[in-house]
């Protein structure tokens, strides 16, 4: 980023997108989000797809583990819109599937290491919208069914799953006389 800033070239935007995968994997998401909205400022963005696809959809993740829900969703619908344009355009889609469905794979990637505490639903909401986001992406590769990507997505379709399944079994119940109201509320 330093080397670039003076240039401000795409390598500059590209290396500030790189640089918000490793804040979001720091679990620094405001960080990420700074650098993120750096890249989408450079001018000199030649790939279409980083600023239309890869960016926002990086944004709307990082927007809803803030708790910024109305920002993330405009980050979303703005990169569905695009993928929509992009699936309209059936010969560019097609003629690009492996690149299309690498790129979607690491959209659909989500920071793993993405901690979520088991009293705050809050931060188990914002990690579900996180998870819908990246499913929708993962779905797409599985479309395109371009190797290894479509596996890829798959494995990390069942990942997402199992963790909100393991969340949900186990958090704790409240202490309550009643044991069956608090089942049930720990249920809901």
Do not use: W
Request: some cysteine; proline content about 2%.
């Amino acid at each position: 980023i330093d080397l670039r800033k003076t240039v401000q070239d795409s390598l500059y935007a590209y290396s500030l997108y790189q640089s918000g995968l490793c804040y979001e994997m720091l679990n620094e998401n405001d960080r990420a989000i700074a650098v993120y909205l750096d890249a989408l400022r450079v001018k000199a963005i030649v790939n279409s797809e980083l600023a239309n696809l890869e960016i926002p959809s990086r944004l709307a993740v990082a927007y809803t583990r803030v708790d910024e829900n109305a920002v993330a969703e405009k980050y979303y619908s703005q990169t569905k819109k695009y993928i929509e344009q992009l699936k309209k355009d059936k010969v560019r889609f097609s003629s690009s599937k492996e690149y299309y469905a690498e790129t979607l794979f690491q959209m659909g990637t989500i920071a793993n290491d993405y901690k979520t505490s088991q009293e705050n639903n809050s931060d188990f909401s914002s990690y579900l919208r996180s998870i819908r986001y990246s499913q929708d992406y993962l779905m797409l590769v599985l479309e395109l069914n371009v190797q290894p990507f479509a596996s890829h997505a798959l494995n990390q379709m069942v990942n997402n799953f199992q963790r909100t399944f393991d969340f949900i079994k186990n958090v704790p119940a409240q202490q309550l006389e009643d044991q069956v109201v608090a089942e049930r509320d720990r249920q809901s």
